[in-house]
């Protein structure tokens, strides 16, 4: 018996030190809710034996592990003007905040995306002749330039994309998607579409690919020129056209499963990876917390804007307002929230630091009041929990509607009505709430269905692209066909061709019919 577990673990040893590879993962947005994604997968690929090289702007959070190289781009942090990475309640609740469209996002996060290339720690990173990479794994920042760096460490490359499937991400491993059934992640609609719904879709695409194309284009060839070109030509590795290297990425993992979005078809380098930020263990309540959910005989709620949105930017009636309504709750309800608030009704609890996914997990919890962020969602999903979602910005309008349609919760404005229309929906779900449940527990569990855990997945497809060097196996067909074949322009062209010419034979014969008519007349 000794002898066989001693030739199991050694056999295991020589598996997993045999398949341990040198990852380079890039995430550079110095947004919370990014980084928590980060961390998690770099988690999941340590675990699974290899050698981490992060680049992260969150560096105090990173514990100590021997196989896991930090690289430093905290100064990205000063992409926020004020020096905090929050939206103002008021602002938004005025209609002054900044709208986030297709073009603001791109010129923000192409910034992020020059900053991190020209960061001294990543440019000594790239610089060093040793480093070599058997994959590199990249957040999608709606630019494309860091597809350059697979130029660097001539080695496969991954895309990795924090939301749910989208045309602009799809577009460098397989080309545009329907715009008849897919929807632009900021316009946020459920197929299927009407016929104005469609159209819009259509107009969208078609603009996003030309700024794609052309405007956009041009801001990530200059940086792909100053940042990523020199250290190419000190190391004489090839020059190639960035329009070569930004199609050649091996595989898409996506933070997204269908049992929370729409079954869309996708290509076979797309992989949903999404819940694999979440802990496969519950960590257990602060004692306190505990006490107050065991207690809670008609259930809790539990309400967090999450990390977005500052807390004392809450205009005060609103938060006399919201006090109101939770107090009026037989639920206990606990509101995450920086700020401690006086005068609060017994049954009102403000964290202002919460446990989300334990307390999603506990079972007396009954309802979770939500921004509808991906990450919160996806826990709620996760935990069969109904929501109510009150989308703020970027996909939470999306995640919203995605809710709704799925029946496991429903949606409200972010506005100086809040409170009142934050009553009619409690009212309405908590009257109804059994039905509610049925469908969150109903929507998990297909979620939970999985032959594998979204973090294996992970792994394991960073692993198959460096097993079957890039994986060429799994790329898109579609991205070898233009997109007016696709659309048969070129038959359309030929077939109006037809018709023209037709026309004009048919015409030169009535003509010399007519005409020689005219002439025995005359005769
Ligand atoms: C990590 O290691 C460094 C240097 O060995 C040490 O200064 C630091 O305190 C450690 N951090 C943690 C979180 O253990
Ligand atoms: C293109 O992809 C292949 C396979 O992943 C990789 O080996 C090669 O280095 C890449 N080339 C460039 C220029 O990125």
Not at 334 to 362: G, T
Not at 384 to 395: E, M, Q, W, Y
Request: net charge neutral; with cysteine; aromatic share 10%.
């Amino acid at each position: 018996m000794g002898k066989i577990i001693c030739i199991l673990f050694c056999l295991l040893i020589i598996l997993s030190s045999s398949e341990a590879y040198k990852i380079l993962a890039v995430l550079p947005i110095p947004s919370p809710s990014h980084g928590i994604l980060g961390d998690n997968l770099v988690r999941h690929l340590l675990d699974a034996g290899h050698e981490v090289t992060y680049v992260t702007p969150f560096t105090s959070k990173q514990k100590n592990h021997t196989n896991l190289h930090i690289v430093d781009v905290d100064a990205n942090h000063v992409i926020y003007e004020d020096g905090e990475d929050q939206l103002d309640f008021q602002q938004i609740l005025d209609q002054k905040a900044t709208v986030v469209d297709s073009p603001f996002l791109f010129w923000v996060l192409s910034n992020v995306a020059d900053m991190t290339l020209s960061n001294p720690n990543v440019q000594k990173l790239m610089r060093d002749p040793q480093q070599k990479f058997d994959v590199i794994i990249v957040e999608y920042i709606f630019t494309d330039v860091f597809s350059a760096l697979s130029a660097i460490y001539q080695c496969p490359f991954i895309w990795f994309s924090t939301i749910g499937p989208h045309w602009m991400v799809l577009n460098l491993v397989h080309g545009p998607l329907n715009p008849a059934y897919n929807t632009d992640f900021l316009q946020a609609r459920i197929p299927p579409f009407q016929f104005l719904g469609r159209v819009e879709e259509l107009w969208t695409q078609v603009k996003g690919l030309y700024r794609h194309k052309f405007d956009f284009y041009y801001e990530e060839e200059r940086i792909y020129q100053n940042r990523i070109v020199p250290i190419l030509q000190a190391q004489g590795k090839p020059v190639l056209d960035f329009n070569v290297i930004k199609y050649n990425a091996s595989l898409l993992l996506g933070n997204s499963q269908v049992a929370l979005g729409d079954a869309v078809p996708l290509p076979p380098n797309y992989k949903h990876i999404g819940g694999f930020h979440i802990d496969e263990v519950v960590k257990p309540l602060p004692e306190n917390l505990q006490k107050i959910m065991d207690d809670a005989e008609h259930g809790v709620i539990y309400f967090s804007m999450g990390s977005n949105l500052k807390s004392k930017t809450m205009p005060n009636e609103l938060k006399k307002g919201l006090l109101e309504v939770f107090g009026s709750l037989r639920q206990t309800v606990l509101w995450k929230f920086e700020e401690n608030l006086l005068d609060r009704p017994k049954n009102v609890h403000i964290l202002q630091w919460a446990p989300q996914q334990s307390i999603l997990a506990h079972p007396n919890l009954v309802l979770f009041v939500t921004h509808g962020g991906l990450l919160s969602l996806t826990e709620a999903v996760y935990f069969g929990v109904p929501v109510i979602a009150i989308p703020v910005f970027s996909d939470q309008f999306l995640n919203a509607n995605q809710a709704q349609h799925k029946g496991i919760g429903e949606q409200i404005d972010l506005s100086y009505n809040l409170d009142k229309d934050l009553k009619v929906t409690l009212d309405k779900i908590l009257g109804d709430l059994p039905k509610y449940t049925a469908r969150a527990k109903e929507v998990s569990a297909a979620y939970r269905d999985n032959p594998i855990k979204p973090g294996q997945e992970l792994s394991f497809w960073v692993e198959h692209v460096v097993r079957t060097r890039g994986a060429p196996h799994l790329r898109s067909v579609a991205l070898q066909v233009p997109l007016y074949q696709q659309a048969y322009l070129d038959l359309l062209a030929v077939l109006l061709a037809a018709a023209v010419g037709i026309l004009l034979v048919v015409k030169k014969i009535v003509c010399l019919l007519t005409s020689k008519s005219k002439k025995l007349k005359k005769n």
